[in-house]
């Protein structure tokens, strides 16, 4: 007991001579508004990042003439949105790992509820033509 009662009292004699002041709580509430906006900027980013994908593989002129998708046409692989698609996926791992309630869900739980709303995504950008729009931006 007297042992507590000096931890209590010497913490307490840290704060007065430190002057130590809580955050207030609207720091808290900017910092966890502000992950999970970039977080579903990044779900975003990733979606369309696969829509574009889908575009250059499946729709554009040099794969459409060839006979084989994948014969003769690895140099012209959109290898940046493929890299960056695994990006924006890992991150969002990450990021999703270290909120607080992750300890709740499996690995493989949320690695698949992220590639599905990927996926989810990725088919309204790429039905409402997002994905042409981005490839003509970034195309030469």
């Known amino acids: 007991m007297e042992e507590e009662k000096n931890i209590a009292e010497e913490t307490l ?7 130590i002041r809580p955050y207030p709580k609207w720091c808290f509430a900017c910092k ?7 977080f579903f900027i990044s779900a975003f980013l ?5 829509s574009v994908l889908v575009h250059v593989v499946f729709e554009d002129e040099l794969y459409a003439e060839a ?4 014969q003769g046409t690895s140099p012209y692989f959109p290898y ?3 890299a960056s698609v695994v990006l924006f996926i890992l991150f969002l791992y990450v990021a999703f790992t270290k ?7 499996e690995t493989w739980f949320v690695a698949t509820a992220l590639i599905l709303l990927i ?9 409402i033509g ?6 003509q931006i970034f195309s030469p």
């Open 119 to 127: 996926l989810i995504l990725a088919a309204l950008c790429w039905q």
């Open 80 to 82: 940046f949105w493929l």
């Open 67 to 70: 006979d084989d998708i994948f």
């Open 99 to 105: 909120t607080k309630n992750s300890y709740k869900f």
């Open 130 to 135: 997002l994905g042409i729009v981005v490839h």
């Open 46 to 50: 990733s979606a369309l990042s696969t």
């Open 32 to 38: 966890n508004y502000s992950f999970w906006i970039l």
């Open 13 to 19: 004699k840290k704060i007065k001579e430190d002057n």
